[in-house]
């Protein structure tokens, strides 16, 4: 912490909130350290540990951005954000299975998370389960029935399980 933050006294919150504006700026790397600042004050801030995260998904460390979210999700198991996030990340990086284990977490707290299950689709479609995916999309787009993503999945997805009897 330099000789400015010593003086200036910021708070969690001001830094958290500092975090957040150098993200809407596309600034990850400053966010991160905002975000750093923010729990380095209070280790259990949520937010900052979710938000740091999607930081550094956007700089292109997914490993990090996972352990950014555990620490969310092992201070507040009902942490939706980053059930959803980490499952993103897995399925990213070739781990469908783990993805679907997240995205289903996000829906057992908030069922009605039409994101969560399209990506559900998505992981499923990846492990030629096109049944299940489509049954997915199904609920997505019944939550959003204007899910333009959902629909041309789901889409895909019966074709492939046409294609593919008893996936």
Do not use: C
């Amino acid at each position: 912490m330099g000789l400015i933050d010593v003086f200036s006294k910021k708070t969690d919150v001001q830094y958290f909130t500092e975090g957040n504006n150098f993200f809407k700026l596309g600034k990850y790397v400053e966010a991160v350290a905002s975000y750093d600042k923010a729990i380095a004050i209070k280790p259990d801030y949520t937010n900052a540990w979710t938000m740091r995260g999607w930081a550094l998904s956007n700089l292109g460390h997914p490993e990090e951005a996972i352990a950014s979210y555990d620490k969310a999700i092992a201070i507040d198991p009902n942490n939706i954000g980053s059930w959803y996030t980490r499952g993103w990340e897995l399925y990213n990086l070739g781990h469908p299975e783990e993805a679907i284990a997240s995205y289903d977490k996000a829906i057992a707290i908030k069922p009605d998370y039409a994101d969560a299950w399209y990506t559900r689709g998505l992981a499923l479609g990846e492990l030629g389960k096109y049944a299940e995916a489509v049954a997915s999309y199904d609920k997505s787009i019944a939550i959003k029935p204007d899910y333009t993503e959902a629909k041309q999945s789901r889409q895909d997805a019966l074709r492939q399980r046409d294609k593919n009897p008893g996936k």
